[in-house]
């Protein structure tokens, strides 16, 4: 499975911007980025995912670097409910299998 | 709107007791999958049907079985409970197993094996 790298912990005021990084320097053409969230004590939950273009979803945005190494995770304006774990996870071509790292851990400051 | 639906929640078994988590899923996927989560760590997959009808091996599949009862049901079986065992066990499916869908998680089995 390709690999990607994400800072451990972040934190971030409750109703500021947040920016999630995630580097995947060795990702291929065909994998896509899929990032997923747990929060304490629940399963993951799907967040967004993309190939090459920015996303947008109710829930936040992907913005994926132009040669696909790099992208990151918005949460435009962070709540309390945001605090969870955030894992970014590529996902290949005929892969049935979702690689979950240490992702995220993001703090929510009320 | 259930989703993916765990039972049981919690549970505790003694080394060398048997017991079939079950999982079922009311959104008409097609794959479904067993992780295991230990803590401070991601998930690791067990066990996953691609379809009914087939299953096939993740990346932990020692000490468990598994099946597909019929499109909605995806059992895991520890036929004698180890405590390497205890970990918080999740189900998920996903519409297809392509790389372009996400996937629906349950809220998860805490086990432990004393």
């Known amino acids: 499975d390709a690999k990607t790298t994400q800072p451990n912990s972040m934190e971030s005021n409750e109703e500021e911007p947040v920016h999630l990084p995630c580097n995947h320097s060795?990702?291929?053409?065909?994998?896509?980025i899929h990032w997923y969230r747990q929060l304490p004590s629940q399963g993951p939950e799907y967040v967004i995912h993309?190939?090459?273009s920015n996303v947008n979803n109710r829930m936040a945005s992907l913005a994926i670097a132009e040669d696909r190494k790099s992208s990151t995770l918005i949460l435009h304006r962070a709540t309390l409910r945001d605090a969870a774990v955030y894992y970014c996870?590529?996902?290949?071509?005929?892969?049935?299998?979702?690689?979950f790292g240490t992702g995220t851990r993001l703090t929510v400051i009320p | 709107n259930a989703g993916v639906t765990q039972t049981p929640k919690f549970q505790v078994l003694k080394t060398g007791q048997s017991m079939t988590l079950q999982c079922a899923q009311d959104m008409n996927h097609n794959s479904m999958y067993w992780y295991r989560q230990d803590p401070g760590m991601g998930l690791r997959l067990i066990y996953y049907s691609a379809s009914e009808g087939t299953t096939d091996k993740g990346e932990v599949p020692n000490g468990y079985n598994v099946s597909r009862l019929n499109k909605r049901e995806f059992s895991l079986r520890l036929e004698s409970a180890a405590p390497s065992q205890t970990s918080v066990y999740f189900c998920?499916?996903?519409?297809?197993?392509?790389?372009?869908?996400?996937?629906?998680f349950g809220s998860g089995t805490r086990l432990t094996v004393v």
């Open positions: 996870i590529l996902r290949e071509t005929g892969a049935n299998n979702l690689f």
């Open positions: 060795t990702i291929s053409g065909t994998d896509y």
């Open positions: 993309g190939l090459t």
């Open positions: 998920a499916s996903s519409d297809l197993t392509g790389p372009n869908y996400g996937y629906t």
